[in-house]
């Protein structure tokens, strides 16, 4: 189980205690782990360290060097308590989830062995906990990390990592959402706290030639942007823009039907309409399909429709001649039915009429049925029937 901050802090704190009494009244190293001058020292699978419970001597800071250890999918394993650590393949940059061997109760160090490669200890990957619950960067080969397992299991890593140095480290800086850092002097930062209102500000900052400025939030104001810059005018050419859309709307305007002109911009728009029509039984037989009347809307309740291809298809294929008419009239009875497409289906199981028939005035031929002349020896099963139109989109 890794053990949670708190605990951490009183094994550390537990690690000061036990340091502070290994040493004797002149400073000198207690090795007898009863406060006296003499003794030796317990061992330990990394030597000059203490670990498994044993009493720790002011020779954990005499760390065992191990060899330089190579990220490898990002991981290394320790041998020593001391080490130093190189890139995979030297990139320019590795990051480091997992260390293997550790020994419980035990502290190492870590440091780049090139400068100009970076090292990057992920917090919360592996089984890597940073203090402080980011990434530490170590980039320069004076750059140290040390380490405590408390388990073997876990490690919890803290030092000083990359990145700039000085007294804002202590400044309260960060402490809610939007807040903005920036430099007051020699290594010192103040901070800018977010815009909380509800109006969109930007950073203004303006110096005095000299020296430069707190930053403020503030809104964008006519001043701060230019009227032309780099050959381009703002204002010319918004003024443009505003002269042809006035002039596009007086021309609609003018219609004596103020949409005419909108309508004009979508005239090749179309849809498509499709009529079903089927055999009455699962064999073709002579006469109207089903239904055996179409009514289609009349003239103002769609858009202006015309005929487009008429298909059929069939399960089972026959034989000899079999011709199915598509018919319109003006009247359900179809008296003076007119033919718009023909479709031979003959010994396939699929025919069309691609050839589009201006013959068919919707306004007045308001009925559709598709009509079966004649069936060959066998009859085609199930067959299926689908005239296509296409309406244009409009107002009506």
């Excluded at 060899?67 to 320790?78: D, F, R, S």
């Excluded at 002109?261 to 005239?267: D, I, P, Q, T």
Aim: glycine share 12%.
């Amino acid at each position: 189980m890794i053990p949670t901050l708190r605990q951490l802090d009183a094994d550390i704190q537990a690690l000061k205690r036990r340091v502070n009494r290994g040493l004797t009244a002149t400073g000198a190293p207690d090795l007898s782990g009863g406060g006296g001058a003499s003794g030796t020292l317990p061992a330990h699978a990394h030597a000059g360290i203490g670990q498994g419970g044993s009493s720790l001597y002011p020779a954990i800071f005499g760390f065992t060097t191990g060899p330089e250890l190579t990220i490898a999918a990002g991981e290394i394993t320790v041998t020593g308590t001391s080490h130093t650590i190189d890139t995979e393949s030297d990139a320019a940059s590795d990051e480091v989830d997992t260390i293997n061997g550790l020994v419980a109760d035990t502290l190492y160090r870590f440091h780049p062995a090139n400068g100009a490669r970076t090292v990057v200890f992920k917090h919360g990957t592996g089984n890597i906990l940073v203090m402080g619950n980011a990434d530490l960067t170590l980039d320069d080969v004076h750059d140290q990390a040390l380490g405590y397992s408390p388990d073997g299991v876990s490690i919890y890593i803290f030092g000083g990592g990359g990145g700039g140095g000085g007294d804002v480290a202590t400044d309260a800086i960060w402490d809610a959402l939007g807040d903005t850092v920036y430099g007051t002097g020699a290594n010192t930062g103040a901070k800018l706290a977010g815009n909380i209102t509800t109006t969109k500000k930007f950073l203004r900052q303006t110096g005095d030639g000299a020296a430069s400025a707190a930053p403020a939030w503030d809104t964008i104001a006519d001043g701060d942007v230019p009227s032309s810059h780099a050959g381009s005018t703002h204002a010319a050419t918004q003024a443009a823009a505003e002269a042809t859309a006035a002039a596009d709307l007086a021309s609609h305007e003018g219609d004596s039907d103020p949409h005419t002109g909108y309508r004009l911009e979508s005239v090749d728009l179309f849809v498509s309409k499709m009529f079903p029509f089927t055999s009455v039984a699962d064999a073709l037989a002579t006469g109207a399909l089903i239904p055996e009347v179409l009514p289609i809307a009349i003239s103002g309740e769609h858009g202006t429709l015309s005929f487009k291809s008429a298909r059929v298809a069939c399960v089972t294929a026959g034989t000899g001649t079999n011709t199915i008419l598509i018919e319109v009239d003006d009247n359900p009875g179809f008296t003076s039915a007119t033919v718009i497409a023909t479709l031979n289906l003959g010994t396939g199981t699929s025919a069309a009429d691609v050839t589009e028939d201006n013959s068919w005035a919707p306004t007045t031929n308001v009925y559709m049925r598709a009509r079966c002349t004649a069936v060959g020896g066998t009859a085609p099963q199930k067959v299926t029937v689908t005239v296509i139109a296409k309406e244009r989109a409009e107002n009506y």
